[in-house]
């Protein structure tokens, strides 16, 4: 791959002076492919993180408890009239500087790298939103709908494994769709905990090199990229899961 | 059943409506007395390892400097949000134009706005913008770095207010539009007499939000060294010694300072929006 | 799951059909502090249609969901083939495998096919063989006249069509007495006459039917004895003819003039 397109980018910078150095600098190449797969990492693992916190949320907010309630209330409260931008330093400064360390033979490195402190970070901020989304879905499956479940004899368990979960899940789908790509936009702020994703790469390859520009034009691309291919890939999901006869 | 069941109003739940249903002034107060709590014992804590003045003295002293900087933040916000909310209209009303050739470029315009992180539009602005321009008659224009950032902020709010305009004038009827050329309105007489007052009601909660949302991205603005309320805080940190007891303290004061400001927005615009759900 | 029956067939005991199969004694329900059922009592024999008419609010709804158990009561005792509905140990799902309900809203499973929504219980609740169920639940859908709609999704059916596949749903249980909720309330008026249809069918096979309706043609014609309820009371019951030609209580008379 990168032989192939390496004499076209050097040529191009010989005639041009457009300098696309991370395809054809062997070194650049691999800081760029590296900052490709943390970034989509990232993506990946904050998306998913938020999932988890978001259905739990869900529970929580569906149970007896007041007090449960009220504390995932606050959390979302809490997450969402904050910057996000101070939350990531928040977890990652404040809190990172009272995990431990660990000997790695010589120096010392935090259990919690700034990587895995930027997935809690983000998942706990997108968790905000999608508690509300899947409660939502949760509370638009129709009482009766349930009713009827329970006199065909289906147990709480029943019912809600074959007729709640699989309704909800459907109907939040489009919002979720909507959030998760807002949260793979905002994963671009790991760059102030100096997680080496791509916003941060190019940053260093545009200062080593000066050519701004075209690192800047190959960033947007980048996140153009990636926030189609994700909502193409969440809107086809949806198309598969689409109540027939209730769609769009 | 209806077509409408099993669904959910999307706009209600995207990040770029971030007031959840039950915005209430108790919560916020609640929240409030917790950050203050554990504000206090993280510098409790950190006092009785050290010699020098608390944590929690600390800030105190600091404060004043923190809050020039938070200053900074709501300047920023207020220009920025005055700029899009211009160009905004502007680029949405190029949105609804009959003619093709200004409207194609201004849907790509607004989607490109609404789909970049800020923070690469940021990056974008404050790298590429020149110091100054040179106008005709040899006077210089000067662009400070927090007139570039208000600039960089003010873009993504723009596409989203353009959107905001388009959303509210396709959600007028289109009999509206018809009586009033039935009225022997022109286009443009219906949309300044008709339909633009008509969109105004319901695009204030939506633009109240993204004034909330513009607020809480202007910390980045730290990220490119302008004295806002987080590189004051960092400073602030740094110049008392750099002792991790500082870190959660300080932290927590931001996330509080915004807290403050940005909650009775989210109420105000709850309430706003109930009513005018009730209205239509 | 408790130890579910692998089918229904080996602990089945046909009722007599000389006690009634359904039978109310002094019922009472209230919301809080509104009483909507007053004492209400009546018997139902096996294979007997019984339609129960009355203004909108009089507790007909609430009557008949109490008979499978969706709305505790508070006084009174109701029996299902000699079981207490009200009993709390009453297991529940016996009660319902015997007592099917078809409600005004439909209430299909927006997620699965019309054939999928009729197999579902019989095959998760019932715990019997897919083939055998399939094979069942075709020839139900072809008996309420949807041949050639098993694999529609319910939001691609009419409201009378997905109110039939309803009833299949509920006859795929093999019931022995069929509640009706108001089942043609939500419909349009052209498709009203297909789910009567099914309806007097399904009478005529000799299925024992509680009906709640405003269809007072069509309760004349299949119903073997008529309840008229008011405020939480019966006014007045008795067979079509009698009911409809020679009511006694001027409320009933009222009510008549106002519908018929």
Redesign the interface.
């Known amino acids: 791959m990168f032989e192939l397109i390496a004499p076209f980018f050097r040529h191009l910078y010989e005639r041009t002076g457009l300098n696309f150095i991370v395809f054809y600098d062997p070194h650049e190449f691999g800081r760029f492919v590296a900052g490709i797969s943390i970034s989509l990492q990232l993506i990946f693992w904050s998306l998913l993180l938020s999932l988890v916190i978001g259905v739990v949320g869900a529970w929580t907010q569906r149970s007896q408890s007041a007090i449960w309630r009220g504390c995932v ?2 959390y ?3 997450f ?8 990531l ?2 977890f990652y ?3 990172g ?2 995990t431990p360390s660990v000997d790695m033979g010589g120096y010392t490195q935090p259990i919690i790298s700034s990587f895995v402190w930027a997935v809690i970070s983000f998942g706990i901020f ?1 968790g905000a ?1 999608n508690v ?2 899947f409660r ?2 949760l509370d ?3 009482e009766s709908t349930l009713e009827a479940a329970e006199s065909l004899c289906f147990s709480r368990w029943q019912t809600y494994t074959n007729v709640t979960l699989p ?1 909800a899940f ?3 789908l ?2 979720l769709t ?2 998760l790509v ?2 793979a ?2 994963t ?2 790991a ?2 905990i100096a997680v080496p994703e791509m ?1 941060y790469v190019l ?1 260093q390859v545009w200062s080593d090199n000066i050519n ?2 075209e690192m ?1 034009l190959l ?2 691309l980048y ?2 990229l990636v ?1 189609t291919l994700l909502a193409t890939a969440l809107h086809a999901l949806e198309r598969r899961l689409v ?1 027939p ?2 769609g ?1 | ?1 209806t ?1 409408r ?4 109003e ?1 706009e ?5 409506r ?6 209430d002034w108790r ?2 107060a ?2 409030l007395v ?1 950050f203050a709590l554990s504000m206090a014992m993280a510098s409790a804590q950190g006092a009785a390892q050290q010699a020098a003045p608390s944590p929690l003295a600390t800030l105190v002293i600091w404060m004043p400097f923190i809050l020039k900087g938070f200053a900074l933040n709501l300047v920023i916000s207020f220009l920025a949000m005055a700029i899009a909310t211009v160009l905004g209209i502007g680029l949405g009303l190029m949105q609804i134009s009959l003619i093709w050739l200004v409207r194609a470029p201004s849907r790509f315009v607004t989607h ?1 706005l609404r ?6 539009i940021l ?2 602005i404050m ?2 913008l020149p110091v100054d321009i040179r106008l005709p008659g040899n006077q210089r224009v000067m662009f400070p770095d927090w007139i570039k950032v208000t600039i960089a902020f003010a873009l993504p709010v723009m596409g989203n207010i353009s959107e905001i305009l388009r959303g509210a004038v396709n959600s007028i009827p289109t009999g509206q539009w018809e009586s009033a050329e039935g009225l022997a309105f022109t286009r443009s007489q219906a949309l300044r007499w008709i339909i633009l007052p008509q969109c105004i009601r319901r695009a204030i909660p939506p633009w109240m939000n993204w004034y ?1 949302l513009l607020t ?5 603005a730290s ?1 490119f060294s302008i004295h806002e309320a ?1 590189s004051n805080a960092q400073a602030g940190m740094e110049a008392a010694g750099a002792r ?1 007891g500082l ?2 303290p ?3 004061f ?2 509080c300072l ?2 403050i400001y ?2 009775p927005i ?1 109420v105000w615009t709850r309430k706003l929006e109930r009513k005018y759900a009730v209205g239509s | 799951m408790p130890s579910a029956p692998k089918s229904r067939t080996g602990d089945y005991r046909p009722w007599p059909d000389d006690k009634p199969i359904v039978s109310l004694n002094d019922v009472h329900k209230s919301y809080g502090m509104v009483e909507v059922l007053k004492g209400i009592s009546l018997d139902v024999k096996k294979g007997e249609v019984i339609c129960i008419i009355g203004p909108s609010g009089s507790g007909k709804s609430t009557l008949i969901r109490c008979i499978n158990g969706l709305t505790p009561i508070q006084k009174g005792s109701i029996t299902v083939e000699g079981q207490e509905v009200n009993d709390p140990k009453l297991d529940k799902l016996s009660l319902r495998r015997k007592v099917g309900i078809v409600f005004q ?3 299909l499973f ?1 997620h699965k096919t019309a054939l999928q929504n009729v197999m579902m219980a019989p095959v998760l609740i019932l715990r019997e063989p897919k083939a055998e169920v399939e094979q069942r639940a075709r020839a139900l859908i072809s008996k309420v006249r949807l041949t050639g709609k098993e694999d529609v999704y319910p ?1 691609h059916l009419s409201g009378g069509q ?1 109110q039939r596949v309803a009833i299949a749903r509920s006859l795929a249980m093999r019931p022995d007495v069929m509640l009706f909720d108001e089942v043609t309330a939500a419909l349009d008026p052209e498709t009203v006459k297909e789910v009567l249809l099914t309806i007097k069918e399904l009478a005529a096979d000799g299925m024992t039917c509680i009906l709640v309706t405003h269809e007072m043609g069509f309760a004349r014609e299949v119903a073997d004895h008529i309840y008229f309820t008011d405020l939480g009371v019966i006014v007045e019951h008795g067979a079509p003819a009698q009911f409809f030609t020679n009511a006694k209580d001027p409320r009933t008379r009222q009510f008549l003039s106002q519908v018929l």
């Open positions: 209330h606050a979302i409260q809490a969402r009239n904050t910057p996000p931008m101070i939350q330093l928040f400064f404040a809190l500087a009272f997108g939103f509300e989304i939502a879905g638009a499956v129709p309704l459907r109907i939040s489009p919002a909507n959030n807002s949260l936009k905002t671009s702020l760059y102030v916003t940053n701004v520009p800047m960033l947007f996140y153009v926030v109540l006869g209730y769009q | 059943m077509k069941a099993f669904r959910l999307t209600q739940f995207s990040q770029e971030f007031f959840c249903r039950f915005v919560v916020g609640g929240l917790a490109l789909n970049s992180p800020w923070l690469v990056f974008v790298l590429l909330a809480l991205s202007t910390p980045m990220i987080v991790p870190l959660i300080f932290y927590l931001l996330l915004f807290f940005i909650y989210a | 809203q439909f209430n927006p939001g997905q």
